[in-house]
């Protein structure tokens, strides 16, 4: 290759002294590259972030999860034959009791847990912050791989005699513990003290409006047992739809305290919504997420699930499955699909401008016929003549591959800057992009390169 460069070297020269004296000229052949290269990284930068992100999200849904939701009836909306005969029939809805029913008959399932939540203020010294209270059991921690920086999950005696203690997210840290451990302070949850035994480490993952999915935001969550949720917040399973709607939004609490937060608490009406949700909500758990041991088991699993549910709530269909994976397997499938196109579409950019090369090169080579046959007359060969048109062509291709991959890189951080859209440019893309600009200047460049050399010097030299 060296003696190559270097028994060539001087076609290479000429080729330079070419492009530097037709400076506007070659800045515009290699627009078409430069755009090209530059949108080539930008959509695969889209595409790579958008995997990323469905990869997260996967992650924050946890592996063979399936989420079982309940259908909360719309009171002010009319309803068909179907659903009045459907509303004749009783359902308790999801409840813990469909939970040791799903433990005790499915072999599938590794693990399970209910879930149920609702927002409200959390208040520690006179400071107030909006969280979410969730009530689970501690399979849910390995449900959805929640990472603990400090302190433990709750033990089998608080999980099973609901005991006020919580795990709180990186936020709720942030907001009312940032100069003090939290392991073992207390905090106020709707009147109600809950001792800290866990602290949640922080995800930087903004996947906010996929919680329907089961991606799990826990940063701002308060998680407690189960049974404390039952015990000191809300049970559905034992209000009388009556009486909450007619109490007031008021929580009303006896007992407990900083002093004794192990104390009883009983509360009569347990969180702002319970009174505009009774009518219609009559689930005791707002959720139930259920892993099975393998992926192959999903599908199966689901179709007992929904056929087991459907027999024990009399056959009235207030509950849907969905399995996350899944849905976000067939989102990432049609995000692939979207990219394959928008990287078509750009890669056409890159072939646009190899052909405005090869036409300014064909031009240039009807430009300068009388420098080819002066050139061969002094005893230039033909393979000096293709150096020096390919060079001038690579050159020109591989210049605008380096604009084109500075400027991709800029559009790529505009696009997550502006739009929202995480882009990921990696060193692949930025490699694929340049090395095909390199080969579109051979390619495109070879037949003028090649056409050139085969000019007769005398006739070029009598040309005018």
Known sequence: MFRFILRYFH????????IISNKLKSMLTALGIIFGVAAVIAMLAIGKGAKQEIMEQMKMVGVNNILINPIIP???SSSDDEGEKQQKKFSRGLNMLDVEAIKETLPSVKRISPEISFNSTAVLNGVKYTAKLVGVSNDYFHLYNLPLVSGTIFNDYQEENGIQVCIIGA?????????VDPIGQYIKFNGIWLKVIGVLQKTNVNLTGFEEKGVNVYNDNIYIPIQT??????????VNTKLVSEASSNVMIFGGGPGGPGGMARVVVSSSDASSNAETNYNQLDRIVVQVHETEQLNPTTEILSRMLTRRHSNVKDFEITVPELLLKQQQRTKDIFNIVLGAIASISLIVGGIGIMNIMFASVMERI???GTRMAIGAKKMDIVVQFLSEAVLISVTGGFIGVFLGVIMAKLIEEVAGVMTIVSFFSIFIAFGVSAAVGVIFGYSPA?????KDPIESLRYE
Request: glycine letters at 0%; aromatic letters at 8%.
């Open 11 to 18: 076609d290479i020269e000429i080729a330079v002294e070419s």
């Open 171 to 179: 936020n709720i840290r942030a907001k009312f513990f940032s100069k």
């Open 74 to 76: 719309d009171k002010t």
């Open 229 to 238: 949720m039952l015990l000191r917040y809300q049970n559905r399973a034992l």
């Open 370 to 372: 009388k420098e080819i």
């Open 450 to 454: 090649k056409r050139a050399s085969e």
